[in-house]
T-cell receptor, first 111, second 115 residues
Framework: KNEVEQSPQNLTAQEGEFITINCSYS?????LHWLQQHPGGGIVSLFM???GKKKHGRLIATINIQEKHSSLHITASHPRDSAVYIC?????????????FGEGTQLTVNP | GAGVSQSPRYKVAKRGQDVALRCDPI?????LFWYQQALGQGPEFLTY????????KSGLPSDRFFAERPEGSVSTLKIQRTQQEDSAVYLC?????????????FGQGTRLTVV
């Protein structure tokens, strides 16, 4: 069992739809990250949160510490949102607070 | 530049060849990480530096992998006698580190293909 698990693995949506990607983790973390990766490899940090909820534009991230679960929501999805979304946790008790990653969710938004 | 810079962006190596991948972190970032991402997978930890000290190399898959950061800034990941299973995207990330911030900033990655 991976330390961080995401669902779904692949997601196809129509433009304008509300999208949810889920993440659960089984290890001690000090923060939860949502990352976006476009073809070509580069990773952009969307959110880093340790409790509650954060919002940036059409993106919302929530975390439930007790249930060890986080969700990323995209409202009014657009084709430019198509990318891989990766959930990652900052591991406690590790040198440097390194990240452990989920396998990613490939999101495709069709016009 | 303002971000993390990696070079080359793409590298094709013949099996058995040695390669060197470079990471130029954000100025002032103490922590530097290398991750390996196989196709269709999430990144996996390779090694971690705090300034010039390599504090964790537990993720390096074999002794063919070597990383250094001699002056606490630029880092190089070297892979000797490359094999096909080394084909992956190699990501570098840097952060200020605790207690300031553990938010990581990633480079564009180097895509290594071993043929």
């Amino acid at each position: 069992k991976n330390e961080v698990e995401q669902s779904p693995q692949n997601l196809t949506a129509q433009e304008g739809e509300f999208i949810t990607i889920n993440c659960s983790y089984s290890v001690g973390i000090s923060a939860l990250h949502w990352l976006q990766q476009h073809p070509g490899g580069g990773i952009v940090s969307l959110f880093m949160l340790s409790s509650g909820k954060k919002k940036h534009g059409r993106l919302i991230a929530t975390i439930n510490i007790q249930e060890k679960h986080s969700s990323l929501h995209i409202t009014a999805s657009h084709p430019r949102d198509s990318a891989v979304y990766i959930c990652a946790g900052t591991l406690r008790w590790t040198s440097g607070s390194r990240l452990t990653f989920g396998e990613g969710t490939q999101l495709t938004v069709n016009p | 530049g303002a971000g993390v810079s990696q070079s080359p962006r793409y590298k094709v190596a013949k099996r058995g060849q040695d390669v060197a991948l470079r990471c130029d972190p954000i100025s002032g970032h103490v922590s530097l990480f290398w991750y390996q991402q196989a196709l269709g997978q999430g990144p996996e930890f390779l090694t971690y530096f705090q300034n010039e000290a390599q504090l964790d190399k537990s993720g390096l898959p074999s002794d063919r992998f070597f990383a250094e950061r001699p002056e606490g800034s630029v880092s190089t990941l070297k892979i000797q006698r490359t094999q096909q299973e080394d084909s992956a995207v190699y990501l570098c990330a840097s952060s200020f580190g605790q207690p300031q911030s553990t938010e990581a900033f990633f480079g564009q990655g180097t895509r290594l293909t071993v043929v």
